[in-house]
């Protein structure tokens, strides 16, 4: 087995759950209830836990003796291979939700499918993540059927999101060459399997939320061969910080 | 616009075999976001595996100042208790 | 009601307490009680979200993986105690809206610690370990308050709270026992929380103008004198473990009482700080006031949302 390609793999994964929990974790204190606060956080929490489970195991698999925060915190930002989609910033609250959505959709059916892999560890890590997700996408999925239907207001804020990340969802189905090899190692998940699905499940709900499905078929990638939006600099920035600041030391 | 979201009373049942039990209240616009909400606020530490949500102008409760005709002719009702009754030393398992 | 009869409830109101029963939202209560209940538990409510930011300030930029789960988990119970306070406040028949309302508008206070800025890592140690210190200190004890919700919610909260001190603590071991650097920091960080926290546990007895009412209705049991003695007592030899000096060159073990003796407190700062015009005041006010502001839209939508939900269900049934 290619080790260098199944550490990539790993570190792909593990960067969009460590990504979108970055931006999550920017809301907690600012969001429009307590309630919706505290939720935001548990999401946050969840994919923190994942992505250290990946770390732990990409770590182990690289065999250099790196821990999972020199690999979270110490790379180059074309070193990082999470998609576009959840680099984008928390505009609004229903930009955040309809963000997480468009993620979580994506995010159970890929679980769903590495809960299959051949490597035991990527296995265990999906079957505790399916649960975590499915509550993920029940709670954004909830949130984008209140706004879309809500009020004109939140209708048309809820859109306009909707059609400004719909351009990020083709690259979650992208397979760089780390993919194609894992997958036929049957290690990887194919996402291209569930491209259908996802786009289907997605129309379902945004139709029952009184949303227009995006018709646009110009998708922007880069984010999975480390080419990043503007804002990616800036998320490093901060959550690099520390670790930049002060080499070597232990927190 | 601008109406405020009604308040719930949240019960939950800590393990199957307990009863539920109050755990407290939070805002909710309805019973799903209720009980989303009570899953993220009152179970973060495992505290339950089943949620009951209700609005808090559905409970009708009792009022304090009738509290003395409510519950205080109860209090004289000894024959509902079984240390009211006698029975001989010699007899067991009763 | 007559004056005659409210003095009757009132008495037996006092003895009950003087009892140790518990007093439940719906039994008759001096309006001074309730009053006063309503002050206390929201300002607690408030400094609870308001002291959400100054942590929430260092979450995207934690030092690591285990420490921005644990600082997220710490803030979010944070947000969770300031919803079971308002809770309680709301059996009180005030809504949580009303009590923003009066945060908002600067009418209600809350605890003045947390309008000073949270600058380096190391504060994220000391406010788990000097500020939560000493908001044990003052919690504890209410969990045996006379009012039932107010009591019942600082079990929850202290339950809750017994990772926070420990996680602060943790911080600042590590800060310690690191490079020169990090010690500096560590040191930096107590010298700027200690007098704050010394101050948080509020005026000297002489100045405050609430403490022998609190004392009957259980909502204090000790003065605030005797709690930042208790305070000092308990946190030096934590300092002495960390190696760290705290910056008050008066410090000193008094033998004869057991306790230490301690410097002045600059009250002059406290009280810049409790009328509006601490370091932060203005950005904590202006961070709280726009997330209401920019989820109106959000949670109208929610409303309208269940009400057509609602309709549905009702035509269907129809």
Redesign the interface.
């Known amino acids: 087995m290619n080790k260098k390609h199944l550490f990539d793999y790993i570190i792909s994964i593990a960067d969009n759950s460590l990504i979108l ?2 931006r999550l ?2 809301l ?11 939720a935001g ?2 999401i ?2 969840d994919l ?2 994942q ?2 489970n990946y ?1 732990q195991y990409a770590a182990q698999i690289q065999g250099e003796g790196k821990t ?2 020199d690999l ?2 110490l790379r180059l930002e074309r070193e990082y291979k999470n998609v576009l989609l959840v680099e984008q910033p928390n505009e ?3 930009y955040v939700m309809g963000r997480q959505f468009l993620f979580d959709v994506y995010h159970l059916l890929f679980m769903n499918e590495l809960l299959k892999s051949k490597d035991e560890t990527l296995a265990a890590i999906a079957k505790k993540g399916i649960k975590e997700v499915s509550y993920h996408k029940r709670f954004s999925g909830d949130w984008v ?3 879309g ?3 004109e ?2 209708n048309q ?1 809820m859109q306009e999101a909707i059609d400004e990340l719909w351009a990020y969802t083709d690259e979650l189905f992208d397979q760089p060459e780390a993919d194609k090899t894992m997958i036929a190692e049957g290690v990887a998940v194919d996402t291209l399997k569930f491209k259908e699905t996802y786009y289907e499940e997605v129309s379902t709900l945004l139709k029952e939320a009184n949303l227009q499905v995006p018709e646009s078929k110009y998708f922007i990638r880069g984010g999975k061969t480390g080419v990043h939006s503007e804002f990616m600099g800036y998320i490093l920035s ?2 690099q ?3 930049r600041t ?1 080499p070597n ?3 | ?5 009604p ?1 719930w009373e949240i019960f939950v049942r800590s393990k199957n075999g307990l009863e539920h039990r109050h755990f ?4 909710a ?2 019973a799903e ?1 209720a009980l989303e909400n009570a899953r993220d ?1 009152y179970t ?2 495992s505290e339950g595996v089943s949620i009951w949500v209700v609005e808090s102008v559905n409970i009708t ?1 009792s ?3 009738h509290n003395g005709e409510l519950f205080e002719p109860a209090h004289d009702k000894v024959y509902r208790h079984p240390t009211f009754y006698e029975l001989p030393d010699e007899v067991k398992h009763m | 009601m007559s004056n005659e009869q409210i003095k009757n409830l009132e008495e037996i109101f006092e003895a009950r307490i003087a009892r140790d029963e518990k007093i ?1 939202p ?3 209560m001096p309006e001074k009680y309730r009053k006063t209940h309503i002050r206390q538990m929201s300002q607690h409510a408030h400094s609870e ?1 308001v002291g ?2 100054p942590e ?1 300030n260092w ?11 644990a600082l ?2 710490k ?2 119970d944070e ?2 105690h ?3 306070l ?2 309680a406040c ?1 059996t009180l028949g005030i ?3 009303e009590l923003y309302e009066q945060l908002h508008s600067g009418k209600a206070k809350y605890s003045s610690i947390f309008n000073y800025p949270t600058v380096t ?1 190391a504060d994220m140690g000391a406010i788990g370990w000097l500020v939560d210190g000493a908001a044990i200190i003052n919690q504890v004890p209410l969990c045996n308050t006379s009012f039932g919700p107010y009591a ?2 600082m079990v ?1 909260v202290c339950k ?1 709270e017994s990772f926070h001190q420990r996680q602060g603590f943790e ?1 600042m071991h ?2 310690c026992n ?2 020169p ?2 010690k500096d920091m560590a040191q930096d960080a107590l010298n700027r929380w200690w007098w704050p926290s010394l101050m948080m546990l509020g005026p000297t007895d002489a100045e405050s103008i609430h403490t022998e009412q609190s004392m009957k209705w259980k909502l204090k049991r000790k003065s605030n004198d005797e709690l930042r003695q208790q305070f000092i007592d308990q946190t030096v030899p934590q300092a002495d473990v960390l190696g760290l000096t705290i910056p008050d060159k008066d410090l000193k073990w008094n033998e004869e009482k057991g306790s230490y003796d301690f410097g002045e407190i600059d009250w002059d700062e406290f009280w810049q700080v409790v009328k509006g015009h601490g370091p932060s005041n203005k950005k904590r006010m202006k ?1 709280r006031v ?3 502001e ?13 009400e ?3 309709a549905n269900k009702l035509k269907k049934a129809i």
Not at chain 1, 28 to 38: N, W
């Open positions: 929990a970055q974790g920017e907690c204190g600012h969001g429009p209830t307590l309630e919706t606060d505290i956080t548990n946050a929490l923190i836990g992505t250290r770390y999972e925060d979270a915190f609004h609250f229903g059927k209140r706004l239907d809500g009020t207001e939140s804020k901060d959550m910080y520390m670790q002060y030391m232990e927190w | 616009m601008s109406k405020n979201w308040l407290g209240s939070l805002h616009a309805d976001m606020v973060r530490r409760a009022n304090p100042e | 439940e719906k039994d008759w979200i959400m930011l929430g979450i995207s930029r934690a030092p690591s993986l285990r420490r921005k789960a997220l988990a803030v979010q947000a969770g300031g919803l079971y308002y809770s709301e809504s949580r809206d890592w019942r919610a929850r809750e911080i590590k800060l690191g490079t650097e990090q961070a726009g997330a209401w920019e989820g109106a839209w959000v949670r109208d939508a929610a409303m309208a949302h269940a057509k939900k609602e």
